[in-house]
């Protein structure tokens, strides 16, 4: 089981940063891959970042590239997401997620069926 808790939401102008946090408990986070996803009102929920157990690869969605930033320290079970240069677009409820190994694949990831436990998200407001 591993629980996951996110943080760092809140309200920014345009043009500023913030970054994410989430912990996670349990032994096991390090053999977990983790992602971001996101969703705004009346929107599906949509891929935003992914990174390995390793924390060796990255992943983002084309939306924020360059943008934001996925790190992850497994020593202190947290994994972030340091958020650029934020637009008004990119206000959401921005969710944590863990998924094993298997079954997850560059194919896969930027779905949410990979993913097997989820924060309860935090909000992020960009204001214009």
């Known amino acids: 089981q591993v629980q996951l808790v996110e943080s760092g939401g809140g309200l920014v102008q345009a043009g500023g940063s913030l970054r994410l946090s989430c912990a996670a408990s349990?032994?096991?986070?390090?053999?977990?891959?983790m992602g971001w996803f996101r969703q705004a009102p009346g929107k599906e929920r949509e891929f935003v970042a992914a990174?390995?157990?390793?924390?060796?690869?990255?992943y983002y969605a084309d939306s924020v590239k360059g943008r934001f930033t996925n790190s992850r320290d497994n020593a202190k079970n947290t994994v972030s997401l340091q958020m650029n240069s934020l637009k008004p677009e990119d206000t959401a409820v921005y969710y944590c997620?863990?998924?094993?190994?298997?079954?997850?694949?560059?194919?896969?990831?930027?779905?949410?069926?990979?993913?097997?436990?989820w924060g309860q998200g935090t909000q992020v407001t960009v204001s214009s």
């Open positions: 990174i390995r157990w390793s924390g060796i690869r990255t």
């Open positions: 997620a863990a998924g094993a190994e298997r079954g997850f694949t560059i194919a896969t990831m930027k779905s949410l069926e990979p993913y097997d436990y």
């Open positions: 349990g032994r096991t986070f390090s053999s977990y891959n």
